[in-house]
């Protein structure tokens, strides 16, 4: 079993910055792929971005690509989703989320194990 717990998100205007941080606990993550998924209001949920946790391979949306980068830190069991150049349309929760599979395509159909969430909102 795997906990997840996320922090960072918060408001911030249009153009600006924000570091989502998501910390594992209750196993080592090698062989799992991390990642975010978002939800803004009335919409479905949608993938932003994976890392396999083994090698750091990364995986964007075409809409966050060159403006998010998503990284890990393996000795603290946490990833992080640098989020640069934030547009209003980048509102939404931000959820978490990781997968034993190792794959990516396994974790973009379902993740087996989810965070809480966290607020982001871009204004402006």
């Known amino acids: 079993q795997v906990q997840l717990v996320e922090s960072g998100g918060g408001l911030v205007q249009a153009g600006g910055s924000l570091r989502l941080s998501c910390a594992a606990s209750g196993r080592t993550l090698s062989g799992y792929v991390m990642g975010w998924f978002r939800q803004a209001p009335g919409k479905e949920r949608e993938f932003v971005a994976a890392?396999?946790?083994?090698?750091?391979?990364?995986f964007y949306a075409d809409s966050v690509k060159g403006r998010f980068t998503i990284s890990r830190h393996s000795a603290n069991n946490t990833a992080y989703l640098q989020m640069n150049s934030l547009k209003p349309e980048d509102t939404a929760v931000y959820y978490c989320?990781?997968?034993?599979?190792?794959?990516?395509?396994?974790?973009?159909?379902?993740?087996?194990?989810w965070g809480q969430g966290t607020h982001v909102t871009v204004s402006s």
């Open positions: 890392i396999v946790w083994s090698g750091g391979i990364p």
């Open positions: 989320a990781s997968d034993s599979s190792g794959s990516y395509n396994v974790f973009r159909r379902g993740p087996g194990y």
